[in-house]
């Protein structure tokens, strides 16, 4: 099958992988080169990159897809399936009513549950046990298209963004094989989405990494580990910019104030939060490696701070 295939980040790596191997991936559309770091350096995306290692033919890389130019390159390009797997933009009707061609995505949640851009960040953030992969076909909709395969994976406790991504994104790939198949062989059954059911997953804004210690433990590790690997939980302490990287629930209860920091021994460190607290497994002081949340307590030991330590908004 002809495929043309639309991405960016690494979720979309596995997908584009399988394709490649078991059809013909005739095109790759991918966001346009970016500068990034320090140094600003131009970097390709994920997606470009894999396909540049891959062998792909066309990579074609439009700043838009408004533009009649940018279409005409896409349709012009003989297809099956155009298939689209975190690729940053909003498709234009033309790609999703293009005679001869299906238009399908693969999504990262049970739809209609986390429309939008950030379902697993979302989903992580509000405590459910479980997520898993929609491929729907495209309509002009945000996420609203009619579902055509899906699989559940379990969310285990300590979970984390990163460790669910990478979990789904291969999942996604395997499912996307399975209805290829099943569109050959004409089994492809598909179902309309609830809206009355749906909700939206908007993207993390940079205020919603610095921690409210006076939500309660439960909602603060969730909030944690949603933004490992990437952007990272934040507070502060003694004025002090700290990021948090793993945590565990802790279900005992304080008198202290939001933000105390409880030693523990040569245990964990605890921080008291609006209801119970958290564990603090890792974090990352500010220009500092990640390490063991109990070398970072005896080290701010050790330079002559309290142990009365407390994490505030800034």
Do not use: C
């Amino acid at each position: 099958m002809r495929i043309i295939f639309m991405g960016t980040p690494e979720f979309a790596l596995p997908a584009l992988e399988a394709l490649w191997q078991r059809h013909t991936v005739v095109m790759v559309v991918t966001q346009p080169d970016a500068p990034s770091g320090r140094g600003q350096k131009v970097t390709y995306s994920p997606v470009k990159q894999k396909a540049l290692e891959l062998g792909v033919k066309q990579i074609y890389q439009p700043s838009s897809l408004k533009t009649p130019e940018a279409q005409r390159a896409i349709l012009q390009t003989p297809a099956d399936y155009l298939v689209t797997a975190a690729y940053g933009q909003i498709l234009p009707p033309s790609l999703l009513t293009a005679p001869n061609i299906v238009p399908l995505n693969i999504h990262a949640s049970l739809l209609p549950k986390y429309r939008g851009p950030a379902p697993i960040q979302r989903a992580l953030m509000a405590g459910d046990e479980v997520t898993g992969v929609s491929l729907m076909r495209m309509d002009e909709g945000i996420d609203t298209g009619a579902v055509l395969h899906s699989a559940h994976v379990p969310i285990p406790l300590e979970t984390t963004y990163g460790q669910i991504h990478d979990r789904l994104a291969h999942l996604g790939a395997k499912l996307l094989l399975e209805l290829l198949t099943a569109f050959k062989e004409g089994t492809v059954r598909e179902w309309v989405q609830d809206s009355s059911q749906a909700t939206y997953a908007p993207s993390l804004q940079k205020e919603e990494q610095l921690l409210d210690w006076n939500l309660s433990g439960w909602e603060l590790h969730n909030r944690i580990r949603a933004m490992n690997p990437a952007p990272g939980a934040e507070s502060y302490v003694q004025g002090n910019l700290i990021k948090i990287w793993q945590s565990y629930p802790w279900e005992a209860t304080s008198d202290l104030p939001p933000g105390t920091i409880l030693p523990q021994n040569k245990a964990y460190p605890v921080v008291v939060a609006g209801s119970r607290g958290v564990i603090l497994r890792e974090v990352q002081p500010a220009g500092k490696r990640r390490m063991d949340a109990r070398d970072w307590l005896r080290g701010m030991a050790n330079t002559g701070n309290p142990l009365k330590l407390k994490f505030s908004q800034g």
